[in-house]
T-cell receptor, first 114, second 112 residues
């Protein structure tokens, strides 16, 4: 069985603040893939990043960064200097190498106020 | 290149009615899937297909049927709609099952 928990259902910050979205996962597989998706108010789902279980290197892309720690089964997402356009629901997801199911967390709604 | 196209965008059904949600992709992706999104529950997999002629159940398949006669199309059928099927439905595709999914824009379904 696999499970993804996003404990923060809603976060509100003021523009330019840094914010971290937490993601904790459970899986028995040694090979798996982790994803983050963004769902802006318009409703579409936008892929942000994929990380496989053998690559614990943190990644930075502009104002976005991801911290993958296998020891704590976490794959946290940080937005630096948040902007109003970052307001969205963010989903963390897990895919085992065997099997065909992509399991999503419940999502975190981020509101960035001007 | 349209990506993943879902129709309709919105639909209202009465309990017991049937309908088909259409999904088409033009990226020659083998893997296609249907998810439903409900508040606080993320997205849950309904059915998926790893290629034409091959389909399988996901986490919440009851009340839904699928078929995959071509690589491009993956329709989702509701045979007898129930209020519990009120949700937003997303179709997705990818080149392989471990690569990121490309999502359609969703269908908002209300069953009264």
């Amino acid at each position: 069985a696999q499970k993804v928990t996003q404990a923060q259902t809603e976060i509100s910050v003021v523009e330019k603040e840094d914010v971290t979205l937490d993601c904790v996962y459970e899986t028995r597989d040694t090979t798996y893939y982790l994803f983050w998706y963004k769902q802006p108010p318009s409703g579409e789902l936008v892929f942000l990043i994929r990380r496989n279980s053998f690559d614990e290197q943190n990644e930075i892309s502009g104002r976005y960064s991801w911290n993958f720690q296998k020891s704590t089964s976490s794959f946290n997402f940080t937005i630096t200097a948040s902007q109003v356009v970052d307001s969205a629901v963010y989903f963390c997801a897990l895919k085992n190498n065997a099997g065909n199911m992509l399991t999503f967390g419940g999502g975190t709604r981020l509101m960035v106020k001007p | 290149n349209a990506g993943v196209t879902q129709t309709p965008k919105f639909q209202v059904l009465k309990t017991g009615q049937s309908m088909t949600l259409q999904c088409a992709q033009d990226m020659n992706h083998e893997y296609m899937s249907w998810y439903r999104q409900d508040p606080g529950m993320g997205l849950r997999l309904i059915h998926y297909s790893v290629g034409a002629g091959i389909t399988d159940q996901g986490e919440v398949p009851n009340g839904y049927n699928v078929s995959r006669s071509t690589t491009e199309d993956f329709p989702l059928r509701l045979l007898s709609a129930a209020p519990s099927q009120t949700s937003v439905y997303f179709c997705a595709s990818s080149y392989s099952r471990v690569l990121p999914l490309h999502f359609g824009n969703g269908t908002r379904l209300t069953v009264t």
